[in-house]
Structure formats: structure tokens, C-alpha cells
């Protein structure tokens, strides 16, 4: 069997409004899809940085991330920078984690309207 490597898992996903549990509920949805459609359990998870665009401030992310389990996780949360013309009501997820897919078998999870963000990569 392959030793597990660390990689990083990029994710995305839109709210329809800046609410706490809008914010709660498409980042726990998007926690689950990434751990999911990777085959992830929890202690696979080593960290995870989660971003949110400049117009949603009701609520941490982080806070969603630890109703899934991610209690014992390292979390940060942060915002990102206010491009103009950057999708609005956007949470960003970096997941880093030990696994043994190579690099080309990873799903990075873009949903809702992030959809958009990266039509380059299979989902």
C-alpha cells in the first residue's frame, strides 16, 4: 500500500444571502461533498483555512466546520481580498490532508454559482 501524502483540497461555494445559517449550511455542505467525493474520514483532515468574499460578515465559517466534526481540526478563518468584479457571497475552502490519490485524482469541489470559478477541473 502507498504511504498517504499531504495535499491540499480547494472547494467553493455561493450563499444567497448573508445570514449565519446560510453561511452554516452551504459550508457544512461543502465540507461533507469534499470529504465525500474524496473518501476522506476525519482523521485525514489536518487543517483547514476557509475564506469567505468581503460581503458575508454574519457568521464564521469555521463555526459550520465544527458542527461537522472538525472540533479537534486547526481552523482559520479570513477574508478575501475585495477584487472588483469577484463573485459575490463566496466561501473558499483549503483543506489539507493526508491521502494517497496522486494529484490528478483529487476532486476539488466547486458548487452553487462557484461553479464558475473553475470549469477547469473535474468535479
Known amino acids: 500500500m502507498t504511504s498517504p ?5 480547494r472547494g467553493a461555494t455561493t450563499c444567497v444571502k448573508d445570514t449565519p445559517e446560510e453561511i452554516s449550511s452551504v459550508t457544512r455542505e ?10 476522506l474520514v476525519h482523521d485525514d483532515v489536518i ?3 476557509l475564506t469567505t468574499s468581503p460581503d458575508l460578515t454574519s457568521s464564521f465559517p469555521a463555526a459550520a466546520a465544527r458542527e461537522v466534526g472538525f472540533g479537534d481540526v486547526p481552523l482559520m478563518c479570513a477574508s478575501e481580498i ?3 468584479g469577484a463573485m459575490a457571497r463566496c466561501v473558499r475552502i483549503m483543506m489539507h490532508v493526508y491521502t494517497t490519490r496522486e494529484r490528478n485524482e483529487l476532486h476539488h469541489i466547486y ?3 462557484a461553479r ?7 468535479g
Do not use: F, H
Open 116 to 122: 464558475s470559478l473553475r470549469d477547469d477541473l473535474p
Open 82 to 84: 475585495n477584487v472588483p
Open 47 to 49: 487543517s483547514v483555512l
Open 5 to 9: 501524502l499531504v495535499r491540499a483540497l
Open 30 to 39: 461543502l465540507i461533507q461533498t469534499m470529504m465525500e467525493r474524496n473518501g
Open 111 to 113: 458548487l452553487r454559482d
